[in-house]
């Protein structure tokens, strides 16, 4: 059984950075897009970060060039550095990583997701 586990998460004060990492345990193949969300309370999840098997990423509005993704797809890990941080960012970010597999003709989907790491933004 696979298990995706992030790490880097804690209290920051504002302006401060933080870098999140995580890592597969076990190892999945054909892995398509690997991605960060977060959930603050009383809002809905939302994407943070993606970056994709051939290198190419993606931010939330949000962002605003303050984050950066970077992932070695081979070894199953993926980070996230986040610089400028308000407090709202403050939120827990769950690391997704998602695969495809064609088999026969039919693409074998698959879901990753870690148990979140807490992202308080705070002085």
């Known amino acids: 059984q696979v298990q995706v586990v992030e790490s880097g998460g804690g209290l920051v004060q504002p302006g401060g950075s933080l870098t999140l990492s995580c890592a597969a345990r076990g190892y999945i193949s054909n892995i398509k897009n690997m991605n960060w969300h977060r959930q603050a309370p009383g809002k809905e999840r939302e994407l943070v970060a993606t970056?994709?098997?051939?290198?190419?990423?993606m931010y939330g509005n949000f962002v605003k060039g303050r984050f950066t993704i970077s992932g070695d797809i081979a070894k199953n890990t993926v980070h996230l550095q986040m610089n400028s941080l308000t407090p709202e960012d403050t939120a827990v970010y769950y690391c997704?990583?998602?695969?495809?597999?064609?088999?026969?003709?039919?693409?074998?989907?698959?879901?990753?997701w870690g148990q979140g790491t807490q992202v308080t933004v705070s002085s």
């Open positions: 970056i994709a098997n051939d290198g190419a990423t």
């Open positions: 997704h990583i998602y695969s495809a597999t064609n088999k026969g003709g039919t693409l074998d989907t698959k879901d990753y």
